[in-house]
């Protein structure tokens, strides 16, 4: 049988730089290294802590990119659709340590000294902060798209039936944008947990109190504990395959809806 | 009463509405146009949804032109029916019972009219497109509205039961006693639901006798009819 030309670079392509990696890390599990990790209590804080965080961050990415979504529908035209739209992008493209500095100047001691010596640096919020600027940007085009998607005649009919434009949105738009509004939140949460860069410059990485799985990983491989780091890498590809497996069932869910 | 008066739209280069001006009482009267002529643009323009590049849409003596479509009073119903699928029948029918507007006598009325009532629990989705179209149009009236516009509301519906849908559409229409602008490109329909016509060319519109001389008038001006 003959194969043609994106079989042949493609399967080998894929197996060598996503699947090889993913198994190599698997391969060097022992049972001494997940031994180790389990009994780490500060393995289990930054369990939380990621997870914890990374919820308050998809949550708080959600309703932003859902006020976007308003505006995305109702105001195009105006300045603030136009400035969100651009720098909704911005922390795509942005080096993730720039991003983590830029949150460190605006809500660290100088502007924020009065809560405390650091500010909001290197507290549990400064992660979710972190988080969030990262994120934001999937949870506002998944919205956008939802909206795209949306019949505009059903925007129309409510507005001539006494709707403002804020009611029609939270009556008629909102309610049947349930797949889009979790997608947003899946997405965000997904990138929240694996967000490196932009936590340890503004949130620091300070095990049980601002440490992430993300940080805890670097933090075992920096001091030469390489089971355990695989051990908690394991453990990071366990946790997105399962996110990804949910997104997969509620995607299925809606479509047969 | 409705009075549009020296209606213009542009979309770019595009001239879609030329100078509109029309006045409807209590009849229904149908604008015969082919695809792409402004029809839909006029409806939305009277309803809000769109703004007028000049002209004036005067609604019982109320200068409306620079009220948004929440404020107008217009009962709208689109090509697609547009229900709110999250609601049932009955919540889609009563969406526009707020402030002063319609009551459950009429809501009750309109649903008997339109054979409603044992569909009143159902999801959208649950609905036929006949039941789907009726919905819509229960929807716009039960707010009691100061003029209806229907745009081609019947484009989705077989023959068969666009035959049985136009009488209960013209009774219920009626009923309400409003000016009713109601847009098709289909001559029997025209005929069968209208109480008068125009024309519409290239965004100019001009009153016509018959849906009949409508079309004559449409070949006329070298357009073949779709």
């Known amino acids: 049988m003959r194969k043609n030309l994106i079989d042949v670079v493609f399967v080998p392509l894929f197996l060598l730089l996503v699947v090889f990696p993913v198994a190599a890390l698997l391969l060097n599990l022992d049972g001494k290294g997940i031994e180790r990790t389990l009994a780490d209590e500060m393995f289990w804080r930054s369990v939380v802590n990621t997870i914890f965080a990374a919820l308050a961050a ?80 999937l949870a506002a085009r998944a919205i956008a798209s939802g909206v795209d998607r949306m019949e505009r005649e059903v925007v129309d009919v409510a507005r001539t039936l006494g709707d403002t434009p804020a009611q029609a949105y939270f009556k008629v738009v909102l309610p049947v944008m349930g797949e889009a509004l979790f997608s947003g939140f899946v997405l965000a949460f997904s990138r929240s947990l694996s967000e490196f860069a932009a936590v340890v410059m503004f949130g620091g990485n300070l095990p049980g109190s601002t440490q992430v799985l993300a940080s805890y990983v670097f933090t075992k491989v920096e001091e030469g504990e390489l089971e355990m780091a695989v051990t908690a890498s394991a453990f990071c590809i366990m946790l997105s395959l399962l996110i990804v497996a949910l997104l997969g069932l509620r995607r299925l869910k809606w479509r047969h809806a | 009463m409705l009075e549009i008066s020296g209606v213009c739209k542009c979309y770019g280069q595009h001239e879609v509405l030329r100078d509109v001006s029309l006045t409807i009482g209590q009849e229904i009267r149908v604008i015969i146009g082919l695809n792409g002529s402004g029809k839909s643009t006029l409806l939305k323009i009277i309803a809000g949804i769109l703004a007028a590049d000049a002209g004036q849409v005067v609604l019982n003596g109320r200068d409306v032109s620079a009220l948004p479509p929440e404020e107008r009073r217009v009962g709208y119903v689109p090509q697609h029916p547009a229900l709110f699928s999250h609601l049932i029948v009955r919540e889609n029918v009563r969406y526009g019972l707020r402030g002063g507007r319609g009551s459950d006598e009429l809501v009750q009325k309109v649903v008997k009219m339109l054979d409603l009532e044992d569909v009143l629990e159902r999801k959208p989705e649950e609905l036929s497109g006949g039941y789907k179209s009726r919905t819509s149009l229960a929807r716009a009236l039960a707010p009691q509205p100061q003029v209806m516009l229907l745009d081609e509301p019947l484009s989705d519906i077989d023959v068969a039961i666009k035959e049985k849908l136009l009488p209960e559409f013209r009774e219920v229409l009626k009923f309400l006693k409003v000016p009713v602008l109601y847009v098709t490109h289909d001559p029997w329909e025209a005929e069968q639901i209208g109480d008068s016509f125009s024309v519409m060319v290239d965004g100019c519109i001009r009153d016509i006798a018959s849906a009949e001389e409508a079309f004559a008038f449409i070949r006329k001006n070298r357009i073949e009819v779709a």
């Open chain 1, 58 to 137: 998809a949550l708080l990415c959600t309703v932003l990119a859902a006020g976007f979504g308003y505006y995305h529908l109702f105001k195009q035209h105006s300045i603030v659709y136009k400035v969100a739209n651009l720098l909704n992008d911005l922390p795509i493209a942005l080096p993730h340590t720039v991003a983590g500095l830029a949150l460190l100047l605006a809500f660290g001691r100088k502007n924020f000294g009065f809560i405390g010596e650091t500010g909001l640096a290197f507290t549990l919020t400064a992660v979710v902060l972190a988080m969030f600027f990262v994120s934001y940007p």
